[in-house]
């Protein structure tokens, strides 16, 4: 007869993977999705929750550096992967990125409940495309909703990192 433990260990998959820079071991329920897993088990809540049907944007993450939508994502399936979160983006002595402070200058953020997808989609399309165009800007953000801001300041914060980003290679 299955122990206690034995049932537990066969409803529950081994999660082995990097969050920010830092390996991570966790069994885990199979339906646990990867947003549930960041602001639950590791209280990592700059990963908002919002529409969770994969619309708005808010639980944005970069997994081995793509943006995904981490609330329609099963945790199981990062296995081994990197993951990064808009906690995992600063410095190690803590200092913003410089999209983070283009957001921040140019008031690319109010309430800040876009901020994942806008900050770490705007860092996945500058590492690819180093100078965008205001076109291919709002292409690349398009799947991130803001209720603030009518998105101009966010395409000018995309432009002034670039400009920024450009200076410091
Ligand atoms: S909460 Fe995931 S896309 Fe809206
Ligand atoms: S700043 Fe409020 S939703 Fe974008």
Redesign the pocket.
């Known amino acids: 007869m299955a122990t206690n433990m034995e049932e537990m260990l066969e409803d529950t998959v081994l999660l082995q993977c990097r969050v920010n820079n830092k390996p991570c071991e966790l069994a885990i329920a199979p339906g646990t999705t990867l947003?549930e897993l960041l602001r639950e088990e590791m209280r990592l809540t700059g990963t908002?929750?919002?529409?969770?049907?994969?619309?708005?944007?808010?639980?944005?993450v970069l997994i081995d550096g793509e943006v995904a939508?981490?609330?329609?994502t099963l945790a199981a399936t990062v296995q081994r992967k990197t993951i990064t979160t808009l906690e995992g983006l600063k410095d190690a002595d803590g200092k913003l990125t410089p999209i983070q402070q283009a957001f921040w200058d140019e008031a690319g953020l109010q309430c800040a409940f876009c901020a994942p997808?806008m900050v770490l989609t705007a860092t996945e399309l500058l590492k690819s495309n180093a100078e965008p165009t205001d076109d291919e800007i709002r292409t690349a953000m398009a799947g991130n909703l803001c209720r603030c801001t009518g998105y101009q300041s966010i395409v000018r914060a995309v432009r002034a990192a670039a400009r920024v980003m450009k200076q410091l290679k």
């Open positions: 947003l908002h929750m919002g529409c969770m049907t994969g619309h708005c944007g808010a639980c944005t939508k981490s609330c329609i997808g």
